[in-house]
């Protein structure tokens, strides 16, 4: 078990750029989701996806973002024509089974964006 | 709807000294309840979990969680502190909707510990 992986850690962008980050999750986990989490708060969900399948997107996902999981792996969440406002970090977790909540977490990609 | 609320924005305690952190938390149904830990820049590191059974949960590291219904909380708890528990604790709810299992987080308590 190696744990949730997230790529990159690290993300530093222009506004008006696109970004796109990458979540490994654990390999057995066919749940996987995305939360942001801004300074002084908690995570806050963003998607998620049963196998490949996106069944509940936040509010706060605007038209801006787009989340894939193609073949039920791992996952992708792209900004497209960043802010200031998306800056954050951005945390994927995935979870096994049905009806459990315990979800894992990896480090997260900060992004900043100037 | 669903909310979690962290009373304390910062606690400060010595090393050696018991900790007890605050939880409450609303939602209709029976809850699914999660204390995470997070130190500065890393991801969530989950600490216990209640979901069902015994109200006093045991967890990594030394803490304990009591669930109170009557309340609605669901405090963190360590009888002696090390000044390697200084991080940012989150309390969360798992809350179905539709086909989601999301997790519900209040906004979070900074330890800080002295030695």
């Known amino acids: 078990d190696t744990g949730v992986s997230q790529d990159p850690r690290h993300k530093i962008t222009k506004r008006g750029q696109n970004v796109t980050f990458r979540c490994d999750p654990i390999?057995?986990?066919?749940?996987l989701y995305w939360y942001r989490q801004t300074l002084g708060q908690g995570p806050e969900f963003l998607t998620y996806?049963?196998?490949?399948?996106?069944?509940?997107k936040s509010r706060l996902l605007s038209d801006r973002f787009s989340a894939e999981r193609p073949k039920g792996s791992f996952s992708t969440l792209e900004i497209q024509r960043t802010e200031q406002g998306d800056s954050a970090m951005y945390l994927c977790?995935?979870?096994f089974g049905q009806g459990r909540y315990e979800q894992y977490f990896g480090p997260g990609t900060r992004l900043t964006v100037t | 709807a669903q909310s979690v609320t962290q009373p304390d924005i910062h606690i400060t305690v010595s090393e050696g000294a018991s900790l007890e952190l605050r939880c409450n938390y609303s939602?209709?149904?029976?809850?699914?309840l999660f204390w995470y830990v997070q130190s500065p820049g890393q991801g969530l590191q989950l600490l216990l979990k209640?979901?069902?059974?015994?109200?006093l949960v045991q967890g990594i590291k030394g803490f304990e969680a009591e669930f109170k219904r009557s309340q609605s909380s669901f405090n963190l708890r360590k009888p002696s502190v090390h000044w390697s528990d200084a991080a940012e604790y989150f309390c969360?709810?798992?809350?179905?909707?539709?086909?989601?299992?999301?997790?519900?987080f209040g906004t979070g308590t900074r330890l800080q510990v002295f030695p």
């Open positions: 390999s057995e986990h066919n749940r």
């Open positions: 969360a709810v798992g809350a179905r909707t539709y086909n989601t299992d999301k997790l519900i």
């Open positions: 209640y979901f069902s059974g015994d109200t």
């Open positions: 977790a995935s979870s």
């Open positions: 939602y209709g149904a029976t809850p699914y």
């Open positions: 996806f049963q196998n490949e399948a996106q069944l509940e």
